[in-house]
């Protein structure tokens, strides 16, 4: 069964330091999300992706936060500066179709785990 | 008024209980209410979904009852086996192409 894949599965950084974090979406898939769940909460919304620009996006995606696809196969988020606040896991996720439905369920990948010190 | 609150926050019920996990909700613009299933170290599983004009979906094990009156509904695991142990979330979409609002999480543990 395909899967969405991100990379790396941890990663730690320096408070200020800046960080991408890979994903590699269902090959025919067109929508794309970035979530993130601070330890022990709930999973939150960050952003969402279609058609080469940003659909939707949460209060959390502050200026600090950029999505980008740089080719066909990749989805990247960076963060510019990074916060002690910062560190959770952060969720890619794909679709066939926008929104998330019975046809077209989000799949979400095995998460990174962000670590801000 | 976009919240999705879940209850209760753990669970433990032995092996063959019937544990049930509660949501509800503020906003009736919502309209697809998915349960996803997440074991630790991996993403969020999608298990069984209902939209709101319907008021049960059953599929295998597990059943979503739908109270639509109530803005409430639940996800019930019949027979419920030691694998079944992983935090589960409820979630709602507010329109179509919309994000996907969690609630915050119900931890179960099924002992042997």
């Known amino acids: 069964e395909p899967e969405v894949t991100q990379t790396p599965s941890h990663q730690v950084t320096q408070m200020g330091q800046e960080v991408i974090l890979r994903c590699v979406p269902i090959?025919?898939?067109?929508?794309f999300y970035w979530y993130r769940q601070i330890l022990g909460q709930k999973v939150e919304f960050l952003v969402s992706f279609y058609n080469n620009e940003i659909s939707e996006k949460s209060e959390i995606f502050d200026d600090q936060f950029s999505v980008e696809r740089p080719d066909g196969s990749n989805f990247t988020l960076k963060i510019r500066s990074t916060k002690l606040e910062d560190s959770a896991m952060y969720f890619c996720a794909s679709s066939l179709q926008g929104g998330s439905s019975y046809n077209s369920p989000l799949h979400f990948g095995n998460g990174t785990r962000l670590t801000v010190t | 008024q976009q919240q999705v609150k879940q209850s209760p926050q753990s669970l433990i019920v032995q092996k063959g209980g019937i544990p049930i996990i509660n949501c509800a909700y503020e906003n009736t613009a919502f309209d697809y209410f998915p349960w996803y299933q997440q074991f630790p170290g991996k993403g969020p599983a999608l298990l069984i979904a209902?939209?709101?004009?319907?008021s049960e979906k059953k599929e295998g094990r597990f059943t979503i009852s739908f109270n639509k009156s109530a803005k409430q509904f639940s996800l019930h695991i019949m027979d419920s086996q030691p694998g079944d142990s992983a935090t589960y979330f409820c979630?709602?979409?507010?329109?179509?192409?919309?994000?996907?609002?969690f609630g915050t999480g119900t931890r179960l543990q099924v002992t042997l």
């Open positions: 209902i939209r709101p004009d319907v």
């Open positions: 979630a709602a979409r507010l329109g179509a192409a919309s994000k996907l609002t």
């Open positions: 090959s025919n898939h067109l929508y």
